[in-house]
């Protein structure tokens, strides 16, 4: 099948390659070709049995000649467009590439920067051994202190992953399956609290909690209790509650999304079988949402184990979280190489544990499958 190019004087020029049946997308190759003149034209025809022939027209004579090329370069176009061909995704992610290049760029500089950080050692204030040890990550493995912090971090966020996902499919289940009507409007007012403030979200508990806020005076005006509640404040519990309600809107996306991809006539046929509605949903609906559970569940683990500003204002000396300590080490500690291997070793381990937990729940989702 013909396919056409076009050059300027000197450069390098882009062609399509059109294949097959009209309603095949074209693959899009690149070659060199150096044009002496602005008096001829370039055609390059690629024929799936004869191969590759470049094509030059004259504008002055009109005469055409056609010249095969040789089979190394016939070798390598086929190989490049069977290879493009093969791998429909290629494409898009070679469009990708200049963003994922920057952002990965941004985001591995300071990875690298506390990487080689770790290693020095705090010899006074902003004074640093660059001589290279392995102290930090000694201290961040063995420090009872840093053990029980990380341990409880990763209790929090387990909790608040949880909660935030048995509150959120309900309301993603209703916009998905009841909401006929106007659901755009539905899904606005879900992200609404997203568009404020996370410390005014923060704040706005520590008020509703507090020792003289909203559920203590409540409470003591209809007699229910005598004295104010202690327990409701500075605490784990009260870092879960915040961080739920925080972080409930990322968790009601995904979720709603993979519940309105669901093709409703397979719940139609399970009907028309006799399942009941406890059975569809089970059988059905919860495996084919489970892409957007995991979603959510990744996309709330993750952040909420280097939460500092909510434990700081809601949790108090019981419901500090490692990542309190990493801001303390960078900030009036003035040892970062601690926290810098605190940090390296924190994102390890949960990247170890969200890796795990992704592969168990995908396994155990193709076994039922």
Not at 300 to 326: C, E, H, K, R
Not at 338 to 362: E, K, Q
Request: overall charge positive.
């Amino acid at each position: 099948m013909p396919c056409l190019a076009s050059a300027r004087q000197g450069t390098a020029f882009h062609f399509a390659s059109s294949c097959g049946k009209k309603s095949r997308k074209s693959d899009l190759l690149s070659v060199n070709c150096w044009i002496p003149n602005r008096t001829s034209a370039v055609q390059i025809n690629f024929l799936e049995d004869n191969g590759v022939f470049l094509e030059r027209h004259s504008r002055l004579t009109g005469h055409t000649l056609t010249m095969p090329l040789d089979s190394a370069q016939t070798r390598t176009l086929s190989q490049a467009r069977g290879f493009i061909g093969r791998r429909p995704g290629l494409r898009g992610y070679l469009l990708l590439s200049p963003t994922l290049m920057i952002v990965g760029t941004l985001m591995l500089i300071p990875v690298l920067g506390m990487a080689v950080m770790s290693f020095w050692q705090q010899t006074g204030h902003m004074a640093f051994d660059m001589s290279g040890t392995l102290n930090n990550y000694a201290e961040a493995f063995t420090r009872d202190m840093y053990r029980v912090l990380f341990l409880r971090s990763l209790s929090i966020s387990g909790l608040t992953t949880l909660a935030t996902v048995v509150m959120a499919f309900p309301l993603a289940f209703f916009i998905a399956f009841y909401v006929k009507r106007h659901k755009m409007v539905w899904i606005i007012l879900v992200t609404l609290p997203f568009w404020t403030s996370y410390l005014l979200r923060v704040f706005s508990w520590k008020v509703i909690l507090g020792y003289n806020g909203a559920v203590n005076s409540g409470l003591m005006s209809l007699g229910m209790i005598s004295e104010p509640l202690d327990f409701l404040m500075y605490n784990p519990t009260a870092v879960v509650i915040t961080l739920t309600h925080a972080w409930a809107t990322v968790a009601i996306l995904p979720i709603y999304v993979s519940l309105e991809k669901i093709d409703r006539s397979l719940l139609e046929a399970a009907t028309d079988l006799g399942d009941s509605p406890f059975v569809r949903f089970f059988r059905i609906i919860l495996p084919l949402a489970l892409p957007g559970i995991l979603a959510a569940c990744v996309l709330i683990f993750i952040p909420t184990v280097g939460d500092y500003v909510t434990p700081s204002l809601v949790g108090g000396s019981d419901g500090y979280m490692i990542a309190n300590v990493i801001q303390f080490q960078f900030g009036r500690g003035s040892n970062w190489p601690s926290g810098a291997a605190i940090s390296l070793t924190s994102m390890t381990i949960v990247a170890i544990l969200v890796g795990a937990f992704v592969w168990s729940a995908r396994r155990l989702s193709g076994r039922r499958g």
